[in-house]
């Protein structure tokens, strides 16, 4: 009787070891992916800042998903669509003088499930006409092996 029992405790130790090698790995191997996913969205705001402080639009756009489904929220309301965003953009900084020099804040990136994660931070304008704050919330999500913004809420 007694054999049975240390061999019953004995696989019971087992048994949880087992358990417990297969959580560790299961858990470094999601954050191994969180971390590349958080590694391509701040390199993605940072081709943004540098398009932006060379006062280049279009690049600046490229961290967007080129779709008309794409929906920007923001002051002026509800914009559908990366052509019609690319163009409000183009509108409201004309000019250097408007768009001035762009830092982004990254206060947090989170994975919402799969491959889309928020973005939530502060971007901050030094500009010659006066400065221009703001917070943000960014929806990336991972679209033909590229991270692109596919919703924004920027006030």
């Known amino acids: 009787m007694k054999y049975f029992a240390a061999i019953a405790i004995a696989l019971s130790c087992f048994s949880c070891i087992s358990i417990k ?3 560790i790995t299961e858990t470094t ?4 992916s969180n971390e590349l996913a958080e590694a391509g969205i701040r390199l993605v705001m940072h081709d943004q800042e540098i398009a932006w402080n060379n006062h280049d639009m279009e690049g600046f ?8 489904s794409l ?3 923001g002051s002026n309301g509800l914009t559908k669509g990366w052509e019609q965003t690319l163009a409000n953009y183009k509108k409201a900084y004309p000019t250097k003088s408007e768009s001035g020099t762009l830092k982004f804040v990254i206060n947090d990136i989170s ?7 928020w973005v939530m931070g ?6 010659k006409i006066g400065d221009a704050n703001g917070v943000f919330i960014i929806i990336f999500k991972k679209i ?5 913004i596919v919703a924004d809420m920027s006030c």
Not at 111 to 117: C, F, P, S, W
Not at 144 to 148: A, D, E, Q, Y
Request: hydrophobic share 20%.
């Open 71 to 73: 929906k920007f929220y």
């Open 122 to 127: 502060e971007y901050h304008l030094k500009r």
């Open 61 to 68: 756009m490229q961290g967007y998903w080129k779709s008309d």
């Open 21 to 23: 090698a297969d959580v």
């Open 144 to 148: 033909n092996g590229k991270w692109k």
């Open 111 to 117: 994975k919402i499930e799969g491959d889309n994660y």
């Open 29 to 32: 191997h999601k954050s191994k």
